[in-house]
């Protein structure tokens, strides 16, 4: 059970856990960059109802969605490698943390395809129609109206899943990324503290998603100046409503042209 508890092992831990925070942070950054990508280019086929890879998008999502991403983690870091051999690619070689980035990358985006599908389907019809009216082409009305609209919509449940995504790269130490529950664990081991260490795991964690909450919250009350209280209101219960749905019913209120 370890050594009896100690609080000035707390303060002697957390600047020693600290030194982690930024391959943490990289971790997240990465993963939500990724995670965006992925989500965006799983959500297109989606929207526009593109045959075959409509099928492969929910495919895609649903297995991210519906597994456990411990186990992805070892899917993607045994099992690709594996794969890959078939036609004649290495990529045993590649730093580890390419694996976990790409792992949490694709599972954030199996989330984000469905937020941004959802945001996108959340921005009144007319406005697309008025550009379509201004003489604008299908992918100019996505980017300069539908798309600004629906990052705004979308921002508050992205940044949920932003918190997730920090609390989730708590796992990347069983593939011996030594981020900052990799390091706590390490110091339990040493000292036999383990309360201690695992009490200041828990207060820099807690920090670091008070500070991105608050920054976020910023991002979203930027981008949602100009809108009205019940506008958002209704439009964030909206996108609640299309990201829940089952995938065989999500998407019978028809895509954009």
């Known amino acids: 059970m370890g050594l009896p508890f100690d609080i000035a092992y707390v303060f002697t831990f957390i600047p020693k856990l600290a030194s982690t ?15 965006l990508l992925f989500g965006l280019i799983a959500a297109l086929p989606r929207l526009y109802r593109i ?29 690709l490698p594996e794969l890959l051999k078939m036609v004649h690619i290495d990529i045993t070689r590649l730093p580890v943390l390419v ?9 954030t985006g199996a ?52 918190l997730a995504l920090l609390k989730e790269t708590s796992l990347a130490f069983t593939l011996g990324v030594m981020e900052l529950s990799g390091k706590a664990q390490s110091l339990a081991r040493i000292t036999q503290h383990f309360l201690e260490a695992y009490l200041a795991l828990a207060l820099i964690y807690l920090a670091v998603a008070f500070v991105l909450e608050k920054l976020l919250l910023a991002l979203e009350r930027r981008l949602l100046r100009h809108e009205r209280p019940e506008e958002t209101a209704g439009r964030f219960r909206l996108l609640k409503g299309l990201t829940l749905r089952r995938p065989a019913s999500e998407m019978r209120g028809g895509a954009p042209s």
């Open 111 to 162: 989330f984000v395809s469905e937020t941004i599908r959802g945001a996108i389907l959340a921005v009144d019809r007319g406005q697309v129609e008025a550009a379509y009216a201004l003489g604008m082409t299908g992918p100019q009305a996505f980017l300069r109206v539908a798309a600004p609209q629906a990052l705004a919509i979308a921002v508050p449940v992205l940044a949920n899943q932003t």
């Open 21 to 35: 925070l930024l391959l943490t942070l990289g971790i997240v950054a990465g993963s939500l960059g990724s995670g």
């Open 99 to 107: 694996f976990v980035i790409l792992t949490y990358g694709l599972h």
């Open 51 to 79: 045959p075959v890879l409509e099928q492969i998008a929910v495919a895609y999502a649903s297995f991210f969605r519906g597994t456990p991403i411990l186990i992805q983690l070892f899917l993607i870091y045994y099992g």
